[in-house]
């Protein structure tokens, strides 16, 4: 018996590391390809405002209406958690996104800029978003059902320690964003966006392959009720988000978002229509700030986990608005005459800034997986990135509402720095009521 024992235990023990294998490369692949999405997307910038000839606040709108499909996340976190395919509730959804995306980036491919028209762009663009955000819903679902496991199991705490799944996952979309920018100012300057958008679109053809040779049952995700009625779904929900310390923080996280009138289109023109960077310079400086992504996952998991959300999501949010500042000195020409090269500053800062957005949402999406309770992990994430996209969508709309009252144009950009001044003040609002952020450590005494 006691042989059976040490025989079983073995056995647990092997198939628990195939199931942490299994779960990384689906987990790596899926979270690698969506830090990989920058790559057709900047091809996207280039053919809209050369190939198109779109102006800034049309580019702008265009880029923030396509995320539209991401506002629905709670209703496919819903769908994942209540529906089962063939006994799985979370690879066939990853499976339909990767297929949707490889339809739209496969058909953009196949049209030249003659023949396709701005309507038929952006349907395509509809159609691509909604798959990634399908996908993206059960890959949070799994990384917070794991999330949860190792919170709440003391033997898996200790292989498996909070937030060291969100900082995998982090640190591989960070790295797709990094081969995605590097190879963007490569193929900028070789290729046609056509030929972007084909390449992205066999990659995530090749995901969905691999997605639908892989079963469910080899994640090892904590058992769930078979089929659960989605009215009972909805009703769980609801009662989650009447939790204070959940609504008031998801709240506070996308108004903190959303109050930033969002300038990445003027930002954009102003770099290469006014100061004339290369397409190279602007892939650099992406491939810089995704280097400082990765390096961010890796810095939270060593020293700042530990850290109370309460102190460490205000700190990046106050931080954001001291780079704002600096972008307006830039602007107004300040480093040029300290000897700073515009493009030396593009690659550094302007990098830097533009990923330093997201920083807080690895602090925050542990917070999140600690507080969501089992069963809804699906909803929980999916309304946090649902309120988090449509933040984004406001603050792109506010941006080309503050533009236009400026009278920031693809010509003009006299009124800039005023519009970077404003953008810098509306991100200290949020902190006004920071302490809506529940305090980590208090948590894991109740």
């Known amino acids: 018996m006691a042989y059976s024992r040490i025989a079983s235990g073995s056995d647990s023990e092997g198939s628990g590391r195939g199931s942490e294998r299994t779960r990384k490369v689906l987990l790596g692949i899926g979270f690698w390809v969506q830090g990989f999405r920058c790559f057709p997307w900047m091809g996207v910038n280039f053919f809209l405002k050369d190939s198109l000839g779109v102006d800034s606040s049309t580019l702008q709108i265009l880029q923030n209406s396509a995320n539209f499909p991401m506002v629905a996340k709670p209703f496919y976190g819903i769908i994942s958690d209540s529906f089962y395919i063939s006994g799985q509730h979370r690879l066939p959804y990853i499976a ?34 909604l798959g990634a955000s399908i996908s993206e819903v059960a890959n949070d679902a799994i990384v917070a059902e794991i999330g949860k496991q190792s919170s709440s199991s003391s033997k898996n705490a200790q292989s498996h320690p909070s937030g060291e799944v969100q900082s995998f996952v982090w640190m591989a979309s960070s790295l797709g964003g990094v081969l995605g920018n590097i190879l963007v100012g490569i193929a900028m300057n070789r290729f046609s966006p056509q030929a972007m958008f084909l390449v992205f679109g066999i990659i995530v053809s090749l995901q969905y392959l691999i997605t639908v040779f892989i079963k469910e049952s080899s994640l090892g995700l904590p058992k769930a009720p078979p089929n659960p009625r989605i009215r009972n779904q909805l009703s769980e929900l609801l009662v989650v988000l009447q939790k204070p310390e959940i609504s008031y923080s998801i709240l506070w996280f996308a108004a903190s978002y959303a109050v930033i009138p969002a300038l990445t289109g003027t930002m954009f023109y102003y770099q290469t229509q006014y100061l004339r960077i290369e397409s190279s310079v602007l892939g650099i400086s992406k491939v810089f700030g995704q280097v400082a992504m990765l390096l961010w996952g890796v810095v939270y998991n060593s020293h700042l986990k530990s850290i109370s959300p309460r102190k460490l999501i205000p700190a990046i949010q106050a931080s954001m608005a001291v780079f704002m500042v600096s972008d307006m000195l830039f602007v107004k020409g300040v480093y040029r005459t300290m000897g700073i090269p515009d493009s030396l500053y593009v690659v550094i800062f302007s990098g830097f800034l533009e990923v330093l957005y997201f920083f807080k949402i690895l602090p925050f999406s542990v917070l999140m997986a600690q507080l969501c ?3 809804c992990e699906g909803s929980i994430m999916a309304v946090l990135m649902s309120a988090i996209a449509l933040a984004f969508i406001v ?34 609002v949020p902190l006004c009521w920071s302490s809506c952020i529940p305090d980590g450590f208090k948590l894991k005494m109740n």
């Open 96 to 129: 339909l996104g990767a297929f949707l995306q490889a339809v739209s980036w496969l058909v953009l491919a196949l049209f030249s800029p003659s023949s396709i028209s701005f309507f038929a762009i952006t349907i395509c663009l509809l159609i691509g978003n």
């Open 373 to 375: 309770p089992p069963g």
């Open 395 to 428: 603050s792109g709309y506010l941006g080309v509402a503050l533009s236009s009252f400026l009278m920031v144009t693809g010509n003009d950009f006299s009124g800039l720095p005023y519009a970077l001044m404003i953008q810098a003040a509306s991100t200290l």
